[in-house]
Nanobody
């Protein structure tokens, strides 16, 4: 399973960006898709996840500013980021838990990430 993320870039404080990530390859089914981020000098942390059933989970730091959505038919997840802050600067990593066959267990897969930089 491969994940390709795009949409990152440089934006000023208070600006917006929309990230997207497509899962491809040998996919039997997905459990969820999501975004994590890794800032310089910090560990990777949750941003938001969404199950194929539509249940969402957000980090407290992004609630009310970020919105995760998905298109199950396209195996694609989106992250709309509004009111960006310098603390949001990080590499944003796309993640999914997927099965490659009916007899397989769900496993985590990671994309290479997209850089988001918020300038003050």
């Amino acid at each position: 399973v491969q994940l390709q993320a795009c949409g990152g870039g440089l934006v000023q404080v208070g600006g917006s960006l929309k990230l997207s990530c497509v899962a491809s390859g040998r996919i039997f089914s997905l459990y969820d898709m999501g975004w994590y981020r890794r800032a310089p000098g910090r560990q990777r942390g949750l941003v938001a996840t969404i199950t194929t059933g539509g249940s969402t989970n957000y980090a407290d730091s992004v609630k009310g500013r970020f919105t995760i959505s998905s298109d199950n038919a396209k195996n694609t997840v989106y992250l709309q980021m509004n009111d960006l802050e310098p603390e949001d600067t990080a590499v944003y990593l796309c993640n999914t838990r997927a099965r490659t066959s009916s007899g397989d267990s769900y496993r985590a897969y990671w994309g290479q990430g997209t850089q988001v930089t918020v300038s003050s």
